[in-house]
């Protein structure tokens, strides 16, 4: 079993930085790929971001490209998202979830085997 939970949303500016944090428990953290999506009201959960189990390979949707970067650090069981120049289409309630793979992440809710609460990010014009 692995528990996620995300924290670090909250209210921004246009144009400014959050980070956002998704820590696990659980044992072999690092034999999972993580992804983190989005969901604005009334639309879809949408594919952000995704690390693989090592960090030596990331995913990003064309809409953040440039903007949000992902990372992780295993010894702290961490996945993190920086997010810089934000724009108010960002806002959404943001998802980490896990997949146990040796794979890349998936773009794909439907693979995780985990999933956090979620975080807020309201991006203000």
């Known amino acids: 079993q692995v528990q996620l939970v995300e924290s670090g949303g909250g209210l921004v500016q246009a144009g400014g930085s959050l980070r956002l944090s998704c820590a696990a428990s659980g044992r072999s953290f690092s034999s999972y790929a993580v992804g983190w999506f989005r969901q604005a009201p009334g639309k879809e959960r949408e594919f952000v971001v995704g690390i693989n189990w090592s960090g030596s390979s990331t995913y990003y949707a064309d809409s953040v490209k440039g903007r949000f970067t992902i990372s992780r650090d295993n010894a702290k069981n961490t996945v993190y998202l920086q997010m810089n120049s934000l724009k108010p289409e960002d806002t959404a309630v943001y998802y980490c979830?896990?997949?146990?793979?040796?794979?890349?992440?998936?773009?794909?809710?439907?693979?995780?085997?985990?999933w956090g609460q979620g975080t807020q990010v309201t991006v203000s014009s």
């Open positions: 979830a896990a997949e146990r793979t040796s794979r890349g992440p998936s773009y794909y809710t439907g693979r995780y085997d985990y």
